[in-house]
């Protein structure tokens, strides 16, 4: 697995990581022995960056990465945990003594005094703006609550406001096949400002594995039901914001590309998320899993090697052709 440091933090950690949000059982039912296969699964084959959220299950996705890493010490894991979203997201929410109280629970529910990286959970435009909020995040790695801190953005004016702040030490943002916009600013900016980006949402929820038809459904607590509109939260973090019907029309074409430019050397997921952490300035790509197979395959897109221009080329092709409207401008 290759390993790149994940900016102002100063870790270095594995290229493909692994996202926890569906072991918070937001992506349908994962018992406590499957989500910890999983976490198995993605540290033996290279996995080293973890990233979670305190309202992913309320803070099972959090308690079992923790049960995971009490038996890890000292194995080189980073954890990247996210905090905002257990009140109201309103700009006056985001202050001192919520954000103690916020990162005290994530401690206790990750067995540790000191977090890895806490990054802010996709807040309101505004606190990216507010200086108190930054001295507070300050304050608490000057006590050690935290080691550092970051951003979780959804939108690329956001990434680039936080970005200029010097305590930030990353950024994470949709970034996939179908999500190109961030490419032309936000990884420059990072580059230059030696602030680390992860990728989410690499697989556009699923649709560039190839795996779903126009007929796939997916269970009533599956977000990619019940978020298809936005109603329980932004929409592009479903499908990456893409029609469905439409991504899996461009996913059939991704499909093809991938054994056209690839000699099916790679799966379509295996390639998608190559592709994203091969681009320059991004520290790590955060796939999901929910089955330690899949955590496999997702791992073994780290020691891809380079994908190549025809690659690369047909990847911008499917963006601007059926894509690039109905996100482009959105995010």
């Not at 039912?29 to 309320?58: I, N």
């Not at 005290?104 to 435009?125: A, E, F, I, K, Y």
């Not at 479903?238 to 029609?243: D, E, I, L, S």
């Not at 899993?289 to 090697?305: F, K």
Request: aromatic share 8%; net charge negative; glycine share 10%.
């Amino acid at each position: 697995m290759e390993k790149q440091v994940l900016g102002r933090t100063g870790r270095l950690v594995s290229v493909v990581g692994l996202g926890t949000w569906q072991l918070g059982a937001d992506w349908g039912a994962v018992d406590d022995d499957q989500a910890r296969s999983v976490l198995d699964a993605a540290f033996e084959s290279g996995v080293t960056f973890f990233d979670t959220a305190d309202v992913y299950g309320d803070g099972r996705s959090e308690q079992t990465v923790g049960a995971f890493l009490a038996d890890h010490r000292g194995d080189g894991i980073t954890v990247a945990t996210k905090m905002g979203r257990r009140m109201d997201q309103v700009p006056e929410n985001y202050v001192l003594a919520n954000f103690r109280e916020w990162t005290d629970r994530s401690r206790r529910n990750l067995g540790v005094d000191t977090l890895d990286l806490v990054q802010l959970h996709c807040p309101p435009t505004a606190v990216y703006s507010d200086d108190e909020v930054f001295d507070a995040l300050d304050t608490l790695v000057a006590e050690g609550v935290m080691a550092a801190y970051g951003v979780s953005v959804e939108t690329v004016d956001e990434a680039l406001t936080a970005i200029a702040r010097p305590g930030v030490a990353s950024v994470q943002i949709i970034l996939n096949a179908f999500r190109l916009k961030p490419l032309e600013k936000v990884l420059p900016a990072a580059s230059g400002a030696g602030v680390g980006v992860i990728a989410r949402v690499p697989l556009a929820s699923g649709l560039l594995s190839g795996r779903y038809t126009h007929d796939t459904t997916f269970g009533e607590d599956d977000h990619r039901t019940f978020n298809r509109e936005g109603k329980a939260f932004d929409v592009g973090e479903t499908f990456a914001g893409v029609p469905f019907d439409v991504g899996v029309d461009a996913a059939a074409r991704f499909t093809e590309l991938v054994g056209s430019a690839l000699n099916d050397d790679l799966t379509p997921a295996q390639a998608a998320i190559a592709w994203v952490w091969q681009q320059p300035g991004v520290s790590t790509v955060i796939p999901g899993a929910r089955s330690a197979e899949q955590a496999r395959l997702n791992a073994a897109a780290g020691e891809a090697g380079v994908l190549g221009p025809l690659f690369t080329s047909g990847v911008r092709e499917i963006y601007e052709e059926s894509i690039k409207e109905h996100v482009h401008d959105r995010w």
